[in-house]
């Protein structure tokens, strides 16, 4: 009995013991708007309509200044999110993915909910997926236990797509792996996508969990609730922002009625910067990428640096800003690590643990020696710390040009080319880009990766 009795203490210190250390892998949320830009939130300088919810964010975690996604558009940008690789690694690079397309994410590939789950996370993906609509690679068969959302952007339903001589279905929405509704009220998927999100916190805060809600909003068409629509100065896409904090706040709230605020990593971003036109054209005021150069769809920062908040109470000193670079792909890596959980060793991820940059630590620097700008297949510019190299234009019309450098300490919107007076940062940055070339393809030189990996097919 005296054994049975030791053994039986044993054990229960080994449980609590787990338990404890459980504790100390944070539960994770990652909140992944649609088309937002740089200078579209509160924390970035936006003007004409308030964010209280993501300015309390950026006051008591921390603000990166250079927080990239490593593409454009939208299928690339989540691809890379959820693998840590850049979208020509995994075979996604090319655009978007439409209602017609035949292939997807690939199911080799292993994702961020993939490696958390296998830590025990309850996952659940809720909102925009857009990595292939087909079953096989839907969020369900990509480690998420549950998924609540529409397959691809919030545009694509009812579509005539005339070169393909297709007609898109209604657009869907889907419960794991079953269609729930069709033709949404657009003015309701923030409040739809949010609710679901307070569910399932509400439902798993007794085990750790990742949350990935991926906003339809502000892609286009955009639309509020009658809660905020008419609400702001700025019009329509002010409501929509307003509405995308206010979603925040709700799941700060939930987080705190769970009992789980401290120990929860949320992370703030966007897919890829603002649709940027005028306002007779769109009928409403459009996004803002602030003081940057460029838009969606280009690789000018505008189209690429984007809002990157994380507040994690228990670990993150509030008010911290890092002026470092980072990505997207890095979550991947640090959030692994943070839970005990080990990237595949089998593959080449792209992202880097950015644990030290999260926590502020004193002389941190970022671990990327260079940062790549693919719009499509071709590499268009390559970043090195303050330096940046555009190899290809699309305006160039594919005929032969000069570099152009800009410095992005000191000239942010890249005004001014710099390549005459720094030969040497040029040549440096070019035999960057050459790396990119080898490892990772580039259609512009008619280059094939060494390393790129396919997507799914069916």
């Not at 994770?28 to 708007?33: C, D, E, K, P, Y």
């Not at 003015?187 to 991926?214: H, N």
């Not at 555009?390 to 001014?416: A, C, I, K, M, S």
């Not at 490892?439 to 990766?449: F, Q, V, Y």
């Amino acid at each position: 009995m005296a054994r049975l009795a030791r053994l039986l203490v044993a054990l229960c210190w080994f449980v609590g013991l787990g338990a404890v250390s459980g504790r100390s892998a944070p539960n994770v949320v990652i909140l992944f708007a649609d088309d937002l830009g740089y200078g579209d939130i509160g924390p970035y300088g936006a003007e004409g309509y308030s964010t209280p919810n993501l300015d309390r964010m950026a006051a008591e975690g921390i603000r990166f200044t250079d927080f990239y996604v490593p593409a454009p558009v939208c299928t690339p940008s989540r691809a890379a999110l959820l693998t840590g690789s850049y979208p020509m690694r995994v075979g996604l690079a090319n655009r978007v993915l439409f209602p017609f397309s035949q292939h997807g994410l690939n199911p080799d590939e292993i994702t961020l909910a993939e490696l958390l789950k296998g830590q025990g996370y309850r996952t659940m993906a809720v909102g925009k997926w857009h990595l292939g609509h087909q079953k096989k690679f839907l969020p369900t068969r990509q480690g998420f236990d549950e998924y609540l959302g529409i397959p691809y952007s919030n545009d694509m339903g009812s579509h005539r797509y005339p070169a393909q001589g297709f007609v898109s279905p209604p657009l869907p929405i889907l419960h794991n792996e079953d269609l729930v509704d069709q033709h949404p009220s657009q003015a309701l998927l923030t409040q739809r996508w949010t609710a679901a999100a307070v569910d399932f916190i509400e439902r798993s805060a007794g085990s750790p969990f990742f949350l990935y809600l991926a906003h339809s909003m502000p892609h286009l068409p955009i639309d509020a609730s009658s809660d905020f629509k008419g609400g702001t100065e700025h019009g329509l896409y002010g409501d929509v922002i307003e509405e995308l904090d206010w979603s925040v706040g709700q799941i700060f709230a939930a987080l705190a009625r769970a009992g789980v605020d401290d120990d929860t990593l949320v992370v703030f971003t966007s897919d890829n910067g603002p649709v940027v036109r005028p306002a007779r054209q769109l009928g409403h005021q459009s996004g803002s990428a602030g003081p940057l150069r460029g838009s969606k769809n280009t690789t000018w920062e505008g189209g690429m640096r984007e809002p990157g908040l994380m507040r994690w109470p228990a670990k993150i000193p509030a008010g911290a800003v890092c002026r470092e670079l980072a990505t997207t792909m890095d979550l991947l890596p640090t959030i692994a690590k943070l839970a005990g959980a080990t990237p595949p060793a089998d593959r080449i991820i792209d992202g880097k643990d950015i644990a030290p940059l999260l926590f502020a630590e004193p002389g941190a620097r970022s671990p990327h020696e260079a940062f790549y700008y693919y719009r499509d297949e071709r590499l268009q510019a390559v970043r090195s710390g303050r330096w940046k190299l555009h190899t290809y234009r699309p305006e160039w019309n594919d005929q032969p040009h000069e570099p152009l450098l800009f410095d992005l300490e000191t000239d942010v919107g890249e005004t001014t080319d710099v390549a005459a007076k720094n030969p040497e940062v040029v040549a440096r940055l070019q035999v960057l880009a050459d790396k990119a070339r080898a490892d990772l393809g580039d259609a512009a030189r008619g280059r094939r990766g060494q390393n790129a990996r396919p997507p799914g097919r069916l």
